[in-house]
């Protein structure tokens, strides 16, 4: 029987304020029903005396404890401040409007809750309704921004008393949201609640400079700096390519000039250079396919020019925008027609649609999807395909932020129905997807026990999905194939498959799409995608 | 009394209007943000599987058709039959629907009185037998909007409290004033109810009451009538207090939040407005902000220690 929750819980200094029970997490089928291990490990001592997980017992942000009560004063004084930017067109008018509209038109009827696959996946664990942020936020401005007489805040219920330990709760709670949308996708008010964990985020980053390392310090700042969040420099990038060149040669016989730094090739194609190091055959495979059909492209070896990742979009408006400016003033250099993103959602979302409105003058280039030209590719009869050596099950996960996000939803199936006879969608799907649980920079924080809480909790819905899909042949005799075209997402069912030991149970392999199409390719000799390399 | 409620009548309408407008034009004069667009977004060509233009190469050299019809209807009806709310909580559904037409109802109710009025004053006689068939045709619509309006927002006034306190989630999310609302509401359309029922079964008196509000004659009215009345006035006062704008704002939304896919194309005025905005200055203090600089000066020069390049 769960404890009913209030929200003074929340404010409460020491204890943990919700603590996860295994048994309440939602069910996965067999044989993923029985809890062989805890879902989540418990911090070392040290680590509990560093950082504070009195959310939830888990760590995204970590911070550390004041040391004096002057401190907490000067900490909660200068969040304050940065809430109060919020409500600044100066600082804030990139997200002005429906911040506002959030805060003000939202009827707390919880119609978002059931929707949430973090809520529902935790058993339904109050702190991770939806609702819960704007909650406190709205609490935080009632009292402490617009301070609102007491007997009002008493009828409104919007009374909160502050603390360090809330502040540190919010901050880990903000980081407990994929930002996927599916809330804001079924409120019949427009109210967007993932919007208010990022504006929670953006005062922690853009005003205190609090964002969890593997997103701000070793990502945006990396890739501003070196040219990847990856921090592969330039010169890295050149042998990762003489390499994937060699590759493809020994897999498919083919000599291919990976083009680098070609002036006025007419795309620049800029895949999440995690692919680089993790899937060198994403990028091998995007090449086989570019060079069959006779495309004029190039990759590009600019800051930011080589790797398509955004991470600000997650956490600060700035981080997103001198990205999105490195990335274009890249294309620029080059002289070429156009961009086209890799596989990589966030990538697509923040380089096509939310870029759009940070770039002005000679960097408004146009971006594009390189999906719908796979598309036009595939169907277009220009290489031969061979449906049949892709005859095994598949099914296609569809990343929030190409596909909620942005809209691309058919151009990825037309390319699956003709070259896997196995195809077969999950449940929901397209829009209405589900998250695969690593948004928001989840899929690459791996500090302390979060990867646990990632796997166990945000991604248990994805992984449901993924199992229920391939019901009609669960062993690991038969191989199965998740197609996701999304670097991000690969990252987290790479992390999460291995967690529930997917391929020795069940035999399935995750990887992109373009794999999935140089498989096909009629004249190929050997096929390109290797099982082994689960 | 009867000029009392006339003067009332007048200025609750006067002050709703005042205020709801304020609040819409203070809504929309919000710099415009950056996109933040979801799908489906229901002007799109490809709306029912959720596909935007993006679906297509070199999409900027495409048309990109939209159906303003369609996503008007779409977000209208919403507001008369609350499918979220039908398909994800039922229960809740049964108490709020009734509870939301029976505001729609009671102002299309008065609307109508409003119109019906006028018509008498041009000496259409409003009754069940008028031998005028305008004069008919306003009598059932008057008696169909009014007891839907009383008998739906009585129901609905009584169902939401009891929904809100059985489901734990709306449990904890709900406030004092939820419940102020919910008893007062009930007071409103309960008191119309008795009325009607009780007093005026042919909704005479409402017809008086209009006649004199446009006439400025006061009428002669039963105090329970009056006294419903009042009520309502007082409650199209208290309205903009409320969250109640949403009717409104949630389509805004939709249009300026959620199916803003314009995009921003050299030369356009978009681009213009997004320049002049990256002008502004910024104050955040996080180190890797400049803060005092404008917008586009903080998003080029990087703001942080080292900046250069790794040269191969
Ligand atoms: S965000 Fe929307 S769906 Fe969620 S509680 Fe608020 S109004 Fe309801
Ligand atoms: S954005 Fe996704 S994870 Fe975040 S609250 Fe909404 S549904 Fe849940
Ligand atoms: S990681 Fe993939 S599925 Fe998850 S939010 Fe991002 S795009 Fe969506």
């Given at each position: 029987?769960?404890?009913?929750f209030h ?11 919700t603590e996860?029970?295994?048994a309440e997490?939602s069910?996965?089928?067999p ?5 062989e291990?805890p ?11 560093r950082m ?15 040391k004096?009560?002057?401190e ?7 969040f304050l401040?940065?809430?109060e930017k919020?409500?600044s067109?100066?600082d804030?008018w990139?997200f ?5 509209h959030t805060l003000?038109?939202?009827v ?6 059931d929707a949430?696959p973090v809520?529902?996946?935790?058993g ?22 617009k301070?609102e007489h007491?007997l009002?805040r ?7 008393d ?5 502040l540190?709760r ?6 407990r ?5 599916r ?10 609640n ?8 953006k ?5 205190m400079?609090?964002?969890?390392k593997?997103i ?5 700042v ?9 921090g592969?420099t330039p010169?890295?990038?050149r042998?990762?390519?003489?390499f ?6 020994e897999?498919?016989?083919?000599k291919?000039?990976?083009p680098?730094?070609?002036k006025?090739a ?12 993790a899937?060198?055959?994403n990028?091998e495979a995007?090449?086989?396919i570019?060079?069959?059909a ?5 990759l ?6 080589y790797?398509s990742?955004?991470?600000?979009v ?9 990205v ?14 156009k ?7 966030h990538?697509h979302?923040?380089?096509i649609?939310?870029a759009d409105?940070v770039?002005?003058g000679?960097l ?5 999807s390189?999906l719908?030209l796979?598309e036009?590719i595939?169907?277009?009869?220009r290489?031969k ?10 099914t296609?996960?569809d990343?929030?932020n ?10 990825q199936?037309?390319?699956l129905r003709?070259i896997c ?7 929901p799907?397209?829009v ?7 948004g928001?920079g ?11 809480w990632?796997n166990?909790?945000?991604g248990?819905m ?18 199965k194939?998740v197609c996701?075209p999304?670097?991000n997402c ?9 967690y ?5 149970k069940?035999?399935i ?9 140089v498989?096909?390719?009629?004249d190929?000799?050997k ?7 689960h | 009394m009867?000029?009392?409620i006339i003067?009332l ?6 002050f ?8 819409i034009v203070?809504?929309?004069?919000l710099?415009?943000?950056i996109?933040w667009?979801?799908?489906p977004?229901?002007h799109?060509?490809n709306?029912?599987y ?13 048309p990109?058709?939209?159906?303003t019809?369609r996503s008007l209807?779409y977000?209208?009806?919403d ?5 979220e ?15 939301h ?16 009025a ?16 305008l004069?008919k045709?306003?009598y059932?619509?008057?008696?169909l ?5 009383f008998?739906a927002?009585t129901?609905g006034?009584?169902?939401m409290?009891i929904?809100?306190?059985a ?13 102020f609302?919910y ?15 009780m ?13 004199g509000?446009?006439t ?8 329970l009538t ?5 009520l309502?006035?007082i409650f ?22 959620r ?9 356009g ?5 997004i320049?002049?905005l990256?002008?502004?200055k910024v ?5 890797h902000i400049?803060?005092g600089?404008?917008?586009a ?5 990087s ?6 390049k790794?040269?191969p």
């Amino acid at each position: 029987m769960k404890k009913n929750f209030h929200i003074d819980d929340f404010t409460h200094p020491g204890g943990q304020v919700t603590e996860l029970d295994p048994a309440e997490l939602s069910p996965l089928p067999p044989p993923y029903d029985k809890r062989e291990k805890p879902p989540i490990r418990k911090l070392t001592d040290e680590q509990s005396t560093r950082m504070d997980a009195s959310l939830d017992g888990v760590v995204a942000i970590g911070l550390t404890p004041p040391k004096s009560p002057e401190e907490e004063k000067a900490f909660i004084d200068k969040f304050l401040a940065g809430i109060e930017k919020l409500f600044s067109t100066d600082d804030n008018w990139t997200f002005l409007q429906p911040l506002v509209h959030t805060l003000e038109y939202c009827v707390k009827c919880q119609i978002c809750s059931d929707a949430c696959p973090v809520y529902v996946s935790s058993g339904r664990q109050d702190i991770y309704r939806p609702t819960m942020r704007p909650e406190l936020f709205r609490r935080i401005v009632s009292t402490y921004i617009k301070k609102e007489h007491p007997l009002l805040r008493k009828i409104k219920d919007s009374d909160i008393d502050l603390n360090w330990q809330t502040l540190a709760r919010l901050g880990e709670l903000a980081y407990r949201c994929t930002l996927c949308r599916r809330c804001a996708q079924v409120c019949p008010l427009s109210c967007d609640n993932a919007l208010i964990s990022r504006e929670i985020r953006k005062v922690f980053s853009q005003q205190m400079g609090i964002a969890p390392k593997e997103i701000h310090e070793k990502g945006s700042v990396q890739q501003l700096r070196v040219g990847s969040s990856t921090g592969m420099t330039p010169a890295a990038l050149r042998n990762i390519l003489e390499f994937a060149e060699e590759e493809i040669e020994e897999k498919t016989g083919r000599k291919i000039k990976i083009p680098v730094d070609k002036k006025g090739a007419d795309i620049l194609l800029i895949h999440n250079a995690g692919e680089f190091i993790a899937w060198p055959e994403n990028l091998e495979a995007f090449a086989i396919i570019l060079d069959a059909a006779g495309v004029d492209w190039t990759l590009s070896t600019e800051i930011a020019g080589y790797d398509s990742v955004n991470y600000g979009v997650w956490y600060d408006d700035f981080q997103f925008a001198r990205v999105a400016i490195r990335q274009s003033q890249a294309a620029r250099a080059l002289g070429v027609r156009k961009i086209s993103l890799g596989e990589c959602g966030h990538a697509h979302k923040a380089g096509i649609v939310v870029a759009d409105r940070v770039l002005v003058g000679d960097l408004i280039i146009p971006r594009e999807s390189s999906l719908p030209l796979l598309e036009e590719i595939v169907l277009s009869g220009r290489i031969k395909f061979d449906p049949s050596r892709n005859h095994f099950p598949v099914t296609l996960h569809d990343p929030c932020n190409m596909v909620r996000l942005m809209g691309i939803v058919e151009p990825q199936r037309r390319i699956l129905r003709k070259i896997c006879p196995q195809f077969r969608e999950m449940t929901p799907h397209g829009v209405e997807n589900y998250c695969c649980g690593g948004g928001s920079g989840f899929a690459i924080t791996q500090s302390t026990n979060f990867p646990d809480w990632r796997n166990s909790v945000s991604g248990r819905m994805k992984m449901k999905q993924i199992l229920e899909a391939f019901q009609d042949a669960p062993g690991p005799e038969v191989k199965k194939y998740v197609c996701a075209p999304c670097s991000n997402c690969k990252g987290q069912f790479r992390d999460m498959f291995e967690y529930y030991d997917v391929w020795e149970k069940s035999g399935i392999l995750y990887g992109g799409l373009v794999e999935l199409i140089v498989n096909a390719m009629a004249d190929l000799k050997k096929p390109f995608i290797q099982w082994e390399w689960h | 009394m009867g000029t009392l409620i006339i003067v009332l009548t007048y200025i609750a309408y006067v002050f709703i209007v005042v205020v709801y407008t304020i609040k819409i034009v203070a809504w929309l004069k919000l710099p415009p943000h950056i996109r933040w667009d979801l799908y489906p977004v229901i002007h799109e060509e490809n709306y029912r599987y959720g596909g935007s233009y993006y679906e297509q190469p070199e999409w900027w050299t495409k048309p990109r058709p939209r159906n303003t019809w369609r996503s008007l209807f779409y977000s209208l009806k919403d507001n008369f039959y609350m499918g979220e709310y039908f398909n994800r909580n039922r229960t809740y559904w049964l108490c709020l629907l009734p509870w939301h037409l029976g505001f729609i109802f009671i102002i299309t109710f008065h609307i109508l009185c409003f119109f019906a009025a006028v018509t008498m004053v041009g000496g259409l006689e409003i009754t069940a037998g008028s031998p005028q068939l305008l004069g008919k045709g306003f009598y059932y619509l008057l008696l169909l909007t009014g007891g839907v309006a009383f008998v739906a927002g009585t129901f609905g006034s009584i169902g939401m409290p009891i929904v809100r306190l059985a489901d734990r989630g709306l449990r904890t999310y709900s406030m004092p004033m939820n419940f102020f609302n919910y008893f007062f509401f009930l007071v409103v359309y309960g008191s119309g109810l008795f009325a009607w029922l009780m007093l005026d079964p042919t909704l005479e008196e409402y017809r008086a009451y209009w006649l004199g509000l446009i006439t400025l004659t006061p009428p002669e009215l039963h105090p329970l009538t009056v006294l419903h009345i009042v009520l309502f006035d007082i409650f199209l006062i208290y309205l903009p207090f409320t969250r109640s704008t949403h009717y409104i704002t949630r389509i805004l939304a939709y249009y300026f939040i959620r199916w803003d896919d314009e995009p921003n194309l050299p030369g356009g005025k978009m681009e213009k407005q997004i320049a002049s905005l990256l002008e502004r200055k910024v104050s955040w203090e996080g180190k890797h902000i400049p803060s005092g600089k404008s917008w586009a000066e903080a998003a080029t020069e990087s703001g942080l220690p080292e900046t250069k390049k790794d040269t191969p």
